[in-house]
Each structure stands twice: as structure tokens, then as C-alpha cells.
């Protein structure tokens, strides 16, 4: 395990307590300010590290990559170095940011140039996203939609338990954290109508989901192990794949979903790297039957990540609707992607792979309006005594979430986006 995960190591900049950002996370993302253009950053405390003034101080030289990579308004070619590089930066941060170091922590001018208030900072999405595949890897959430809408006994169809169904989505529509989204407009046909109707959805929801970013590609014709997919995967965001349940319901047969969720899907803004994350994996739950050898794999793959949605409504007053973990799934990323590639089909740098919605056991953990509401049947009742079946106009959804061991919480920050009305 890498030595910037080390519990111990502490930070010459304040952490509050609660921070999502203590000296071990070192999440990388790209801001830019009113006087610094898009740029790469590690975010450390309420700090941004301007990882660009960084190597113009001179401070990244003792690792050999070009810096140019980290003045550019993506990740795409920082990430594409590769590992070794990327963990060298990390490892070199950590080292830069401890309290025993004192290359910054005496040098008050060289602070000024590196450090940026976050609330100073707009922060950008981090990669350009090349391909986007939304996968559906939640056995609670697959059973809970097979019992709405088609047999609770036969919740899960056939293939389910033998490989990781998924769908090609659309990475135009990806943006980050904060950025407002319209209500979609589509056509619906309610149950007892004779045709369609054409107009804004009234049942558009959240979907909780982790998204994994791809830092190394593969050509077209090859294909990714279980065993090699982890070097293939720089970090985590938290996402939402925005949906309009009643534009889906009508134009999802017989090839999936398609305007009820391409209109927008957000991002959290820092990546936390695989490598930040290592110190809580855990087991994944048990596959029954056993999957076939492409799809095995050995040691821990699941990650013991809590997450939480809040809904805040227009005039401020926020209900924390779900408390789920990333624990639950039951395809891990790695399955995800050897089956993704088992066919040569090939990767991007950018890459973004969502976990599909993750639902836990019982209804406080469900991952969606749909569930938690189970169709609309059970409003969620809001502090300011409207109700919920689905998200309403001028309504934000807040994703959080985070890993906690040993006195270190891992934090991925905030996915949050609002829902404006339909132009
Ligand atoms: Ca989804």
C-alpha cells in the first residue's frame, strides 16, 4: 500500500475535522479562478494545490513527465501517463503537504503562488469523456425495478446473475457538479391512452450511481482481465444519471433506454484515485451461481463507500432521502470491465463507466425516486410538508459520500445539480 495512505501522516495545512480532503485523499480534478485559467489541482483541506504553479516552483522535479500536461483543461493527458507517474505525483504531494516537511510549509510567498481557496475556484469536469457505458450492477435495485414492472417472482431476468448488463450512454450530455439541467421534454403515453403525448416529463429522477474514469487504453481487438482492470482505472466521481421515468417507460423497448437519459448526467468534480480508496476494500457479496472464468476474480473488489442523496427544494429546505454504500454491488468494476472488453471492444483515456443505480437492502437505501417512492405510491414527506414522488422544478439533488477508517474519511466532495423548468 502506498505510504500516502498511512493514517499517521498529517497535514501543515488545517483539515477540519469531517474534511473530505485530509493529507491521504490527494484527489485530483481542474479549476480555474479570475486570475488562473483551467488547470490541474489536488484538493487538500478547503485548498486547491495549483499543481501547474507546483511544477513551475520547480517543486515536481524530481519526476520526469512533461509538465505541460498540467495546465490544460482536462486530466485526459496527466492521466494517460500512466501509474507509476501518476502515483509519483501523489506520493510527491504527500510528501510536500506533511507537517514534518518544510520545503512549503516556511515559505509563506510560494503558498500565495500554489494554494487557492475553494471557494475561490470554479471547479471544472475533470476529464474530457470520451465514451460513456452505464452499467445496472445493483441486485437490490434490479429486483426492485423487475417487481414494478414486471414479476416479483421472476424479478431478475435470465442473464442478470451470469454477466454485468449495461448500456452504451452519451458522454456529451456529462457535466459537472452544480451545473442546472432543464426538465426533459418527450413523449409519454399513460396506460390508458390511446396515443402518445408530447411535453415536459412529470416523473424525472435521481439515479445514485459511482462512476469509474479509464487512464489507460487498450486497442480495438484486445481485452482487460479482471486481474489487469485496476491499472486500466485512475479514480472514482460520484454521478448522477439524471432520468425521466415516464419518457422511458414508452421508448425503452426493444433497445434500452435513449431521451430519457441522455439529456444530463452529472459528476462530482475530484477524482479520488484508486489508490486513496485501497485502504477499504472489502469482500464483495457472494455470486451464486458461479460466473464464468472471464468473469472471476480474485481478492477484494468492492469498496466500503457510504452515500447519501439529499433533496433540497427551491426555497432551501433539504431531506436526506437515501443512505446507501457503493458495498452493495454486486458486479465489481473489475468484472465490469472484462466484460466490457471481452468482445475487443477497445478503451478510451476519459473513459466514464457508471455503476448503474446502487440500492441497498431496505427502502432508506434505495438509489432512486422510483424505488423509494416504489412508482409514487409512497411520497416522501418534506420538512416544509410538500411531498416527493419524483423531482420536482427548482429542486437540487446533492450526492455525497465517503469512506472512513482508522480516524481517515476519504471524501469525493459534492455531485449536485438542480432541475430547471422545461425550456
Ligand atoms: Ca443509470
Same mark, same amino acid.
Given at each position: ?19 473530505? /480532503? ?54 485526459? =493527458? ?19 503537504? !506533511? ?20 471557494? @475561490?475556484?470554479? *471547479? ?11 452499467? #445496472? ?13 414486471? @414479476? ?39 396506460? =390508458? ?11 424525472? =429522477? /435521481? ?26 482505472? /485512475?479514480?472514482?466521481?460520484? /454521478? ?53 472464468? #472471464? ?34 454491488? #454486486? ?11 471481452? !468482445? ?37 414527506? *418534506? ?11 427548482? @429542486? ?9 477508517? @482508522? ?17
Amino acid at each position: 500500500m502506498s505510504r500516502a495512505n498511512n493514517p499517521k501522516l498529517k497535514s501543515w495545512i488545517e483539515v477540519k475535522t469531517g474534511s473530505d /480532503f485530509p493529507i491521504q485523499n490527494l484527489p485530483f480534478g481542474v479549476f480555474k479562478t479570475d486570475d488562473r485559467s483551467a488547470r490541474a489541482g489536488v484538493a487538500i483541506g478547503d485548498y486547491i494545490l495549483d499543481l501547474s504553479a507546483l511544477a513551475k516552483a520547480g517543486l515536481l522535479d524530481s519526476i520526469n513527465f512533461d509538465k505541460k500536461v498540467l495546465w490544460q483543461k482536462t486530466l485526459n =493527458d496527466f492521466i494517460a501517463l500512466g501509474k507509476p507517474i501518476t502515483n509519483a505525483v501523489r506520493e510527491r504531494l504527500s510528501d510536500l503537504l !506533511n507537517i514534518d516537511n518544510a520545503e512549503m510549509k516556511n515559505n509563506t510567498e510560494l503558498q500565495k503562488t500554489v494554494l487557492v481557496k475553494q471557494s @475561490d475556484a470554479q *471547479m471544472l469536469l475533470p476529464v474530457h469523456v470520451p465514451n460513456y457505458t452505464d452499467f #445496472y450492477s445493483s441486485r437490490e435495485h434490479a429486483t426492485n425495478v423487475g417487481t414494478m414492472f414486471r @414479476d416479483p417472482k421472476n424479478a431478475l431476468l435470465p442473464n442478470w446473475l451470469h454477466l454485468p448488463v449495461g448500456y452504451h450512454g452519451r458522454a456529451s450530455s456529462i457535466v459537472v457538479s452544480g451545473t442546472p439541467i432543464h426538465r426533459p421534454k418527450g413523449q409519454t403515453k399513460a396506460d =390508458d391512452a390511446e396515443n402518445p403525448s408530447f411535453g415536459p416529463s412529470k416523473l424525472l =429522477d /435521481f439515479e445514485l450511481e459511482v462512476a469509474f474514469i479509464v487512464s489507460k487504453e487498450t486497442e480495438l481487438g484486445s481485452s482487460v482481465s479482471t486481474q489487469q482492470a485496476e491499472d486500466h482505472i /485512475f479514480g472514482l466521481v460520484l /454521478f448522477n444519471d439524471w432520468s425521466a421515468r415516464d419518457l422511458q417507460k414508452w421508448e425503452y423497448v426493444p433497445l434500452g433506454p435513449f431521451l430519457a437519459k441522455n439529456f444530463g448526467s452529472i459528476a462530482s468534480p475530484w477524482i479520488v484515485t484508486l489508490e486513496a480508496l485501497e485502504p477499504f476494500k472489502i469482500e464483495s457479496p457472494e455470486q451464486e451461481p458461479a460466473v464464468l472464468p #472471464y468473469l472471476q476474480f480474485d481478492g477484494q473488489k468492492n469498496y466500503d463507500l457510504h452515500l447519501q442523496v439529499d433533496i433540497v427544494t427551491g426555497n432551501g429546505v433539504s431531506k436526506t432521502v437515501s443512505n446507501s454504500n457503493f458495498k452493495y454491488m #454486486y458486479w465489481n468494476m473489475c468484472q465490469q470491465l472484462a466484460h466490457h472488453t471481452v !468482445n475487443g471492444c477497445n478503451i478510451q483515456v476519459g473513459d466514464l463507466y457508471a455503476s448503474g443505480t446502487i440500492s441497498g437492502p431496505t427502502p432508506d437505501s434505495y438509489g432512486s425516486m422510483l424505488e423509494i417512492s416504489w412508482q409514487g405510491k409512497n411520497p416522501v414527506a *418534506m420538512p416544509d410538508g410538500t411531498e416527493r414522488r419524483f423531482i420536482l422544478d427548482n @429542486d437540487t439533488v446533492v450526492i455525497k459520500g465517503y469512506c472512513e477508517k @482508522d480516524g481517515v474519511r476519504i471524501g469525493f466532495g459534492e455531485c449536485s445539480g438542480k432541475i430547471l423548468p422545461a425550456k
